[in-house]
């Protein structure tokens, strides 16, 4: 009986796991731990979406105005900035654009209104090609907004001398520039042309009468044909030749001719 309780009991000795006194405890995890938030993947925008993103009040497009130019853009969109900037003066893609094109081809400027750079203004009336000095760069005869013709060998990116072209705005402003100058123009010609006509009668006028005048110096007064070539004695007053030897009385004085004399 004693034997059977030991040999149970050294079984459930070796059986029992060894114990490490100098192993620490395993730690409990707390309750108020909370895990680490998660980050937010960055989210690649395009210019597409940037586009649709972007709100402009309604207020700011009424009166949208560009910074560079001071100028109305028209229509007040994200587009109309875009085609805007393409044709601001103040900007340097509408020189690039018109010397692109004059160097595509110099005749689309032929018609076209242009603003050279420093501020002259005129319209392309003609274009002269070099054919044997092709090494000459192609010029365009400008009338200028003065009315004065200048042939200017305009930039193709190159050379030449830069342009742009001109606004919608800019353009009528030149047509009613160029329309009150040629009407100045008219009128002044007009008064010169009636002072002309004014100065010509006058002097015809006058000529008439210095005619009259030389023909009664000159002219016999009895034929009023011929030249006075002879004097009535005594008198003095002069006929021609086949007058005077008819003449019994001066047909001035009426005084009585006693003879003639021929004058030279």
Known sequence: MSSSSSSSSSSTEAAAPPSDSSSPPAEEPAANDTPAPKRKKKRKTTTATR???????????EGATCIACNR????????????????????????????????????NLLG????????????????NRHKLRRWIPTSHLIKLESGRDEEVALSDGLRGQPFRFLLDDEADQLRVSRQTRLEAELKVARRHAADLFRANKNQSA???????????????????????????????????????????????????????????
């Open 206 to 264: 006058e000529i008439a009468q210095k005619q009259i005048e030389l023909d009664d110096h000159t002219l016999c007064v009895v034929c009023l044909d011929r030249p006075k070539s002879t004097a009535l004695v005594p008198c003095g007053h002069r006929t021609c030749a086949q007058c005077a030897r008819k003449c019994k009385a001066c047909p001035v004085c009426r005084t009585d001719v006693q003879q003639t004399l021929r004058v030279y």
């Open 51 to 61: 586009k649709k993103s972007v709100a402009i009040p309604r207020e700011r497009l």
């Open 112 to 127: 076209r209104p242009i603003c050279l750079f420093g501020g002259l203004s005129g319209v392309v009336v003609a274009v």
């Open 72 to 107: 109305a853009v028209s229509p007040p969109t994200i587009d109309g900035f875009e085609q805007h900037e393409l044709e601001c003066p103040a900007g340097k893609e509408c020189w690039r654009r018109a010397a692109a094109l004059n160097a595509a081809n110099p005749e």
